[in-house]
């Protein structure tokens, strides 16, 4: 298994450009979600999905739309991006809701707007 | 709304010795309770979970927490700390009910280990 991958793993725009962050996961997990790193801030919640087809928001979806088409997809797009959505990027993956379940975090994508 | 707070924002301690990271919770019900800990350049690694039950939780790479109710903190703690330790650590909580989907992290704590 690939675990979670994340393309691409560094991207810089210029304000208003449009770029779709993707994420994938090979294992059938059920959830997936994506969340931002900024220094000092910890990570925000951007917008979760508890299945194929199946989305919402998190903490921070301003200027962030997803879609869940398949189970192994979740792809995060910037529809005009903002020097404020300069950060790190996380997607995850996890399998149930309980105290069985494990999530598994991807590399990362660092995005600078410009 | 639910809030996670790390009070330290940076720990220096020496190899060798105790450790206690700290986290305190703001929730309407007792939500699901989580340590990660994040190495430079790397993403993150769960280190232990609180769902329910027996307070005292074990984790990965020695590390253990004790959730208290009655302070609403899930606090870090390691006896003997390695010099591969030194890393960021994130607490972060969950609905009761949802998962690890669904997380509030708290802001971080910066562990340095000094040899």
């Known amino acids: 298994n690939a675990g979670v991958t994340q393309t691409p793993k560094f991207q810089v725009l210029k304000t208003g450009q449009s770029m779709t962050l993707q994420c994938a996961q090979d294992?059938?997990?059920?959830?997936m979600s994506w969340y931002r790193q900024d220094p000092g801030m910890g990570l925000r919640l951007i917008h979760y999905s508890v299945g194929a087809g199946i989305t919402d928001q998190g903490e921070v979806p301003n200027g962030y739309n997803v879609s869940r088409s398949t189970t192994e997809d979740f792809p995060l797009r910037l529809l005009s991006a903002a020097p404020s959505q300069t950060s790190v990027y996380f997607c995850a993956s996890s399998y149930s809701n309980g105290p069985q379940e494990t999530q598994y975090f991807g590399p990362g994508t660092r995005l600078l707007v410009l | 709304a639910q809030s996670v707070t790390q009070p330290d924002i940076h720990i220096t301690v020496s190899e060798g010795a105790s450790l206690e990271l700290r986290c305190n919770y703001s929730?309407?019900?007792?939500?699901?309770l989580f340590w990660y800990v994040q190495s430079p350049g790397q993403g993150l690694q769960l280190l232990l979970k609180?769902?329910?039950?027996?307070?005292l939780v074990q984790g990965i790479k020695g590390f253990e927490a004790e959730f208290k109710r009655s302070q609403s903190s899930f606090n870090l703690r390691k006896p003997s700390v390695h010099w591969s330790d030194a890393a960021e650590y994130f607490c972060?909580?969950?609905?009761?009910?949802?998962?690890?989907?669904?997380?509030?992290f708290g802001k971080g704590t910066k562990l340095s280990v000094i040899p």
């Open positions: 929730y309407g019900a007792t939500p699901y």
């Open positions: 609180y769902f329910s039950g027996d307070t």
């Open positions: 294992m059938n997990h059920e959830y």
């Open positions: 972060a909580v969950a609905p009761r009910g949802a998962g690890s989907y669904q997380l509030t």
